[in-house]
């Protein structure tokens, strides 16, 4: 950038608005460079959380295998191994099922209430 002359009333519309254009290009790419930097940095700490978030549920899982086999066993000492693994499997089955038809409802009830809706009419109206 040239910068401005010895006096600005010497400038010409054309030079003034040249300028303008070139400090605001300039100014855009300065932003740009930021969110960029800022989105990087972002995204190399989101990794590390998530690969800490991956081995924990990995051990999560493990202790949930681990604490399903100990249950069959245990119930294995009182009646024939398949009925047990199957109690434990339906058992499962039936909180799963549960925790699923939760997570279902609690989705469907992201969408649009009464409340918002009148808000959003509200704010349509002059």
Known sequence: MDGPA???RD???GDLFGRLVEDGRAYAEA???LVKAIAEYRAQRAGRALALLAGGVFLALSAA???VVG???GLSLYMHPFFAGLIVAAVLAAGG???AMAGLKGMKSLGRDQAEQAALDKGDQP
């Open 11 to 13: 400038e010409s519309i």
């Open 6 to 8: 010895a006096d600005p």
């Open 65 to 67: 295998t681990a604490l």
């Open 71 to 73: 249950a069959v066993l």
């Open 31 to 33: 932003e740009l460079k």
């Open 97 to 99: 099922y549960a925790l």
